[in-house]
């Protein structure tokens, strides 16, 4: 690592020690991986990983490694997000089934998941397992929609293939049973950014797409249920995480119909405003706090915590109607945006006072020629948008730091781990 530091400001000096927690919370109070969850505080906090299939055809053999999955992660990568205090991971990756049919067991894949979470043991952190992509889904639709350069190699037939989307509960299923036993595992993601509405219809309001499409094939609130279930045959304790379609985002959670079922928690993905600020270009200048057009109505918003208490009043309520836990198993913000550490600082504050656990995106690998070239999100390299190396510290690393530093809860000291 570099020993370069960005300048500290005043901000960033005020950030001190941990507030105390509003509940006392201790490794012996935790009994289950449930417990994680439901205690009325935040207990995970951390950071997803990224993975996809490696595609000689697009990604050559360097760039994302020339292994089945990339760009690889190594131990030191995990050891070192617990060093800054994480001790959460949300792996954001393939699923163990083949994307087309004849669907089946894809052994490189589940070797790498393997792998993964041996090494997130190691460095004494919980995870749950996210799947981007499996039967009738592939990666390219969420990371790149509507880019000529990937266009045959979208694949969305589970909205419209009922063989898919039951793959998919095989899949699920076959999860589950492979990794139930597993300690670090707290969680089972079943889909990451559900987008069906998008990639079929072009409908981004949830009033439109629920109006014309509930109870198609396309209507994740038929499906999840489904993947519960099966899941459900194998593995009964394990929580499950759902988004909603709308790639999981506030404004289509009130539409996500919550399914009978005990170990249940919802999750929300927070990129608010998304081009106005959080994705904006290294020249950019909008900042938080800051006056500017949020949403594209041609009308100026004060940009400030009461904006953010606003934005997060419908995942608030969701819960109070669901008394379902939820957790924000991604948020983010380009490393190069003015007023980044301020945002977070406000952001993962109010995560906390509604004591929902967190994981940023995203925790970037060390793998070089992947470092290099994807790197908006990589905190690490500080503000300098010509930067391709960590730094010692920044504003935006010392509020990511602070938060993670209330971490209390590691596999090491609780007992259903250590049974």
């Known amino acids: 690592m570099n020993t370069a530091s960005e300048t500290a400001t005043p901000f960033s000096a005020v950030l001190l020690t941990p507030s105390q927690p509003k509940k006392e919370i201790t490794p012996a109070d935790i009994h289950s991986k449930w417990d994680l969850w439901s205690s009325g505080v935040s207990l995970l906090r951390g950071a997803n990983v990224w993975q996809a299939l490696v595609l000689s055809k697009v990604d050559g053999v360097v760039f994302k490694g020339d292994g089945r999955v990339g760009p690889p992660f190594t131990q030191e990568d995990f050891y070192n997000l617990a060093s800054l205090g994480a001790n959460y991971v949300v792996i954001s990756g393939p699923g163990l089934f083949t994307e087309k049919p004849p669907y089946q067991v894809d052994m490189e894949v589940q070797e790498n998941l393997d792998h993964l979470l041996e090494m997130i043991a190691n460095a004494d952190m919980f995870a749950t397992i996210a799947l981007r992509s499996g039967p009738g889904k592939a990666e390219w639709s969420l990371c790149c929609w509507g880019e000529p350069y990937y266009r045959g190699y979208f694949n969305d037939r589970i909205w419209t293939d009922s063989a898919a989307q039951q793959a998919w509960v095989d899949m699920w299923q076959y999860t589950a049973e492979r990794y139930h036993d597993n300690p670090i595992v707290v969680g089972y993601k079943l889909m990451v950014e559900p987008n069906a509405s998008e990639v079929l219809f072009n409908i981004s309001e949830p009033e439109e797409f629920h109006k014309y499409y509930s109870g198609s094939l396309a209507d994740w609130n038929i499906l999840y249920p489904q993947i519960v279930t099966g899941i459900r045959k194998t593995d009964s304790e394990t929580p499950i995480l759902v988004g909603s379609d709308g790639y999981s985002s506030i404004n289509w959670l009130p539409f996500l119909k919550p399914v009978n079922d005990l170990y249940i928690v919802y999750v929300v993905h927070q990129y608010s405003p998304y081009e106005q600020y959080t994705h904006q270009d290294p020249w950019g200048n909008n900042s ?71 994981a940023i995106w995203e925790w970037a690998t060390s793998y070089r020629p992947f470092e290099e070239e994807v790197h908006d999100f990589n905190f690490r390299f500080g503000s300098d948008p010509k930067l391709r190396f960590s730094i010692e510290n920044s504003p935006l690393m010392d509020v990511i730091m602070y938060y993670w530093s209330m971490n209390i809860i590691r596999p090491s000291n609780v007992n259903f781990v250590n049974k």
């Open 288 to 358: 938080y706090p800051d006056t500017f057009d949020t949403n594209n109505d041609r009308k100026e918003e004060t940009f400030d915590r009461n904006w953010l208490i606003n934005l997060l009043l419908p995942v608030s309520n969701y819960f109070l109607e669901n008394n379902s836990p939820i957790a924000v198993d991604e948020f983010g913000i380009c490393r190069w945006v003015p007023g980044a550490a301020e945002y977070m600082y406000d952001l993962m504050g109010l995560f906390e006072e509604n004591s929902w656990n967190y």
